[in-house]
């Protein structure tokens, strides 16, 4: 069964940083690229990064990009996003997601939990 | 950048109607477009991709369509636990992956 476990969020000040991690199990991580998602306390999706299988491609969305990197340990299961420069924007459940693993172009097939992270002083 | 849209933002319906859901880009993509469901406090649930493919698991009540710029989601008999939020999100290799704001349906 896939799993999904993201930690690390928590309350941050602005401008301060703050890694989340995703654990996977379940399934065999490194033929899957990953996603992370995050969703402002009441409004809708937004996509913000991507890694691929290898880890060695990534892509971010305009709104983060230049003060997230995104990576992952596939010796460990285990993607990483590393955030700086954290605005009260940035307050959201974050969610790290699989993508499908057959389709030639994947979308996000399964969803951790998320976790939340607040910016605020 | 490609905007996505949806429509409605609400959507009142009874156990048992038929409803759709539409979902329009800006620009014209190819059918790498995929709809997700989303129950408060949950994480999302993919029940579409490539615009008419259903996930697996998913109930067969549940269809998509489209290409182009406009796709819709259609659930042919609402059921109790299709009360949701439901966002369509464009995949397409050439774009940022964007999702659409959502649509509530509720009683």
């Known amino acids: 069964q896939v799993q999904l476990v993201e930690s690390g969020g928590g309350l941050v000040k602005p401008g301060g940083s703050l890694r989340l991690s995703c654990a996977a199990s379940?399934?065999?991580?490194?033929?899957?690229?990953m996603t992370w998602i995050r969703q402002a306390p009441g409004k809708g999706l937004e996509w913000i990064s991507y890694?691929?299988?290898?880890?060695?491609?990534?892509k971010y969305s305009d709104s983060v990009k230049g003060r997230v990197t995104v990576s992952r340990d596939n010796a460990h299961d285990s993607m990483f996003l590393q955030m700086r420069s954290l605005r009260a924007e940035d307050t959201a459940v974050y969610y790290c997601?699989?993508?499908?693993?057959?389709?030639?172009?994947?979308?996000?097939?399964?969803w951790g939990q998320g976790t939340l992270v607040t910016v605020s002083s | 950048d490609i905007q996505m849209t949806q429509s409605p933002s609400t959507l009142s319906a009874a156990v048992g109607d038929r409803v759709s859901i539409t979902c329009r880009s800006s620009?014209?993509?190819?059918?790498?477009l995929a709809w997700y469901q989303q129950k408060p406090g949950k994480a999302p649930k993919l029940l579409i991709f490539k615009a008419s493919t259903l996930e697996s698991g998913v109930p067969s009540r549940f269809g998509g369509s489209g290409f182009g710029t406009e796709f819709t989601l259609t659930i042919t008999s609402l059921q109790p636990d299709d009360f949701a939020t439901y966002y369509c999100q464009l995949y397409d290799p050439l774009f940022p992956r964007t999702f659409g704001p959502g649509t509530k349906v509720e009683i």
């Open positions: 890694i691929n299988e290898k880890g060695d491609f990534s």
């Open positions: 997601a699989r993508d499908q693993g057959v389709e030639v172009v994947p979308t996000a097939d399964s």
């Open positions: 620009q014209r993509v190819t059918d790498w």
């Open positions: 379940g399934f065999t991580f490194s033929d899957y690229s």
